[in-house]
């Protein structure tokens, strides 16, 4: 079997139809913050394994500019048609996430993670925390939903508030982080919702 790091893996689960992450809509966290008085101005984005495309077209029909990336191609050209159908205009990338430092270094306002992080092996976790510190601007932000289940196995991989709130501490001010009131039904008592300041510093 491939591995959860090779875009093949990710591929065949698209082509296989086995995409139990993917809601055929946002994530509703996402959606209420984006209508809340609590919702920053907008500016440029990035979205992180952004499956087809649903949180990265939210967030641009707020008028924020939005780049989604993903491993899988079949993703790519799912989230290409849904923009193009419903009129949007975004930025699509077929990447690895770990390599968009290069073309991206201190390049955006935001970062968006909804189930990315818990897709990756958590001995990459301290990767993605650099990776996030690395594509924001000083003092640009990280928010997102984090899926926070102690199930076995995965993907997707547990975790707990109190380990992402280590994880990231020494790079980011933890704005927030809650447990999410209006998850899908299948997710209830297991997501967290995150809003991290990056620090100061380019290290």
């Not at 076995?152 to 704005?175: A, C, M, V």
């Not at 809650?178 to 997710?187: A, F, I, L």
């Amino acid at each position: 079997m491939d591995s959860v790091t090779s875009p093949d893996f990710w591929e065949s689960r698209y082509q296989g139809k086995t995409t139990r992450w993917d809601l055929g809509e946002a994530t509703p966290p996402l959606v209420s913050f984006l209508n809340s008085s609590e919702s920053p101005k907008p500016g440029r984005t990035v979205v992180l394994g952004s499956g087809r495309g649903y949180e990265a077209l939210l967030f641009a029909r707020a008028g924020f500019e939005v780049v989604g990336v993903d491993f899988a191609p079949s993703a790519i050209a799912a989230s290409k048609a849904l923009a193009q159908n419903a009129g949007i205009e975004a930025q699509f990338l077929q990447r690895d996430i770990f390599e968009l430092p290069q073309e991206f270094p201190h390049d955006f306002d935001y970062v968006i993670e909804h189930t990315c992080f818990c897709a990756i092996p958590p001995e990459q976790r301290p990767d993605y925390v650099q990776l996030v510190h690395t594509l924001l601007k000083p003092q640009g932000e990280l928010i997102g939903v984090f899926f926070t289940h102690n199930r076995g196995g995965g993907p997707p991989f547990g975790s707990t508030p109190e380990e992402i709130g280590q994880l990231f501490k020494d790079r980011f001010e933890i704005l927030t982080l809650e447990p999410v009131t209006n998850s899908v039904p299948s997710r209830q008592g297991e997501e967290h919702f995150a809003r991290f300041r990056r620090r100061y510093g380019r290290i």
